[in-house]
């Protein structure tokens, strides 16, 4: 295949840097425009894993970090697909999570909520889609958790996800969150993206079919990257 | 009434939040749960290049250091190769060369740095050569979706380079320039906004 530029990411349907509801956004959103850039072999291009890089557990995360035995709370599993805007799966490509624990505390030197570690258990997980884009992890359902922004503000459960694709210019961290949640549509957090159909691409929907009777329940999860032109025109993006 | 045009959308972005470091960079946060972590080694010992080490701080609006941002870097090798299958030269890429690293603040500072070979020249669109540069991407709390940027050199021309020639104000150029300080050292920092907003990318 020829080197082919990425469709251009659509900024009115992706966050804007500044979202004053969203504290923390003020100070740290650029205010001048973007420079638009048409893809360079510096774009097009990114870093490429396999499976030495990582390992088979780290996919589990009822299991990645149990000391004593498994973690506290509800077993679920959380699987779909990584795919581009043109509907095909990104195989080989690595999809990194991390989450609070079922109480909503972070493994994390910087997390000082209330609610207990659990010592058996990390918060992270990492895999590598399969050659049609197929990914899964089993996790604890992660709860909800204050946060500083306004006085009474909750995040929704939800899951980080983190995802490269091919290119450096598909990079992309978003986040999981679960059907049903009403903590969803009062997020200030999930509310800096404009378009509502946007948001619910971010949840996952209860997925009773993949769920491991007398074990563990399912949400499934695709994942959108930017996709890709075809080159059935030269599109001059190395020479000519 | 068309035809569907059934493109799917790209998922939305949301912050990487406070503690991203628990899924990128687990040491960082506090704990070892990894044979390895990933994007410690931009460039093992044996590959050839001159040695750097890059080191900066990022700034917020107010003008104090962003301390727990998170930068991811890629760059080409000496000859200006990316290690992937779409650099029409990958096969000749430097062996022990990963080009992507993930670079951690000092919490308490907000100082970062990472050491790599310094990239050589890539080709870019229509055969126009690239001055060496190198891909960064950050994250943090407070940033909505990562932010793309590009450092190059002060001790390389840049004059022809075609994507600091797109940057209409000339000012606004050196945003996007690391200062070397030191020999193999190159300071380069990034102001998310207000005076001196460094130039940032869509890409």
């Not at chain 1, 959103?29 to 490429?48: D, H, V, Y």
């Not at chain 2, 939305?12 to 080694?41: K, M, N």
């Not at chain 2, 650099?87 to 050491?115: K, N």
Request: some cysteine; aromatic content about 10%.
């Amino acid at each position: 295949m020829k080197p082919a530029e990425f469709y251009q990411r659509d900024r009115s349907w992706q966050p804007p840097a500044l979202t004053p509801d969203y504290k923390t956004s003020v100070g740290r959103s650029p205010r001048l425009a973007m420079l638009s850039l048409q893809g360079s072999m510096s774009e097009i291009t990114g870093p490429t894993f396999g499976h030495s890089d990582i390992d088979p557990i780290d996919n589990d995360l009822i299991k990645n970090y149990a000391k004593s035995g498994d973690p506290i709370g509800e077993r679920i599993i959380v699987h779909g697909r990584v795919l581009d805007e043109n509907g095909r799966g990104v195989p080989n490509t690595l999809v990194e999570i991390w989450q609070a624990n079922a109480g909503g505390r972070y493994r994390h030197k910087k997390d000082t909520y209330l609610a207990p570690i659990d010592p058996n258990f990390g918060g992270c997980g990492r895999t590598l889609t399969d050659e049609n884009g197929y990914y899964f992890f089993r996790t604890i359902k992660p709860g909800a958790y204050p946060w500083r922004n306004w006085v009474n503000n909750w995040r929704p459960a939800h899951i980080h996800v983190s995802v490269f694709g091919t290119a450096f210019s598909q990079r992309l961290i978003t986040q999981m969150y679960f059907e049903g949640d009403p903590l969803i549509a009062k997020c200030p957090i999930v509310a800096t993206i404009p378009d509502p159909r946007a948001i619910d691409q971010l949840i996952a929907p209860l997925d009773l079919n993949a769920a491991v009777p007398l074990d563990c329940l399912a949400y499934k999860f695709d994942i959108v990257l930017r996709g890709r032109r075809s080159t059935l025109f030269e599109n001059h993006l190395e020479g000519n | 009434m068309v035809q569907a045009l059934p493109y799917l959308k790209e998922s939305a972005s949301q912050t990487a939040g406070p503690y991203v470091h628990i899924g990128l960079a687990p040491g960082a946060a506090g704990f070892d749960i990894y044979r390895q972590e990933l994007g410690q080694t931009i460039a093992g010992p044996g590959v050839p290049g001159e040695r750097i080490r890059v080191e900066g701080l990022v700034y917020d609006g107010t003008g104090a250091p962003v301390k727990d941002i998170l930068l991811e870097a890629w760059q080409a090798d000496a000859n200006g190769i990316y290690p992937h299958p779409e650099d029409p030269r990958h096969g000749e890429v430097a062996p022990g060369f990963r080009g992507w690293g993930r670079i951690i603040t000092d919490f308490d500072s907000g100082l970062w740095s990472f050491e790599t070979i310094k990239p050589g020249p890539v080709p870019g669109r229509n055969k126009r050569m690239m001055a060496p540069h190198i891909s960064l991407w950050l994250v943090s709390r407070g940033i909505n979706i990562g932010l793309n940027t590009r450092m190059y050199f002060d001790d390389e021309d840049n004059s022809a380079d075609p994507v600091l020639g797109l940057i209409e104000k000339e000012n606004r150029r050196r945003t996007l320039i690391a200062q070397r300080t030191a020999a193999g050292v190159y300071r380069f920092d990034i102001r998310l906004q207000g005076e001196g907003e460094t130039v940032f990318l869509d890409v």
